[in-house]
């Protein structure tokens, strides 16, 4: 059983920055590949951006390319989310992801609330 736990959520005028931090419980970490998602009201769940278990290759949605950055520290078990230059639109509840053998696993998520 895989455990994650967002912090680092909160509510941020436009242009700000804030950074979200995803606590992992498993023992292999590093074998796997690490992501955030997020959810506004009324869309749907989409993914935002994606980390390799080494965190050399990085994937990110065009949305907040140039603007979010992933990473990872493999001895915290730990994955992040710098969200810089903000806007309103990334107002949404942001999850964490980690897909071991094909099982996708989910924190709780964290609210990130943007005002204009």
């Known amino acids: 059983q895989v455990q994650l736990v967002e912090s680092g959520g909160g509510l941020v005028q436009a242009g700000g920055s804030l950074r979200l931090s995803c606590a992992a419980s498993?023992?292999?970490?590093?074998?796997?590949?690490m992501g955030w998602f997020r959810q506004a009201p009324g869309k749907e769940r989409e993914s935002v951006a994606r980390?390799?278990?080494?965190?050399?290759?990085?994937y990110y949605a065009d949305s907040v390319k140039g603007r979010f950055t992933i990473s990872r520290d493999n001895a915290k078990s730990t994955v992040y989310l710098q969200m810089n230059s903000l806007k309103p639109e990334d107002t949404a509840v942001y999850y964490c992801?980690?897909?071991?053998?094909?099982?996708?696993?989910w924190g709780l998520g964290t609210q990130v609330t943007v005002s204009s």
């Open positions: 992801n980690a897909r071991i053998v094909g099982v996708d696993y």
């Open positions: 980390i390799s278990g080494t965190g050399t290759s990085t």
């Open positions: 498993a023992r292999t970490f590093s074998s796997y590949a």
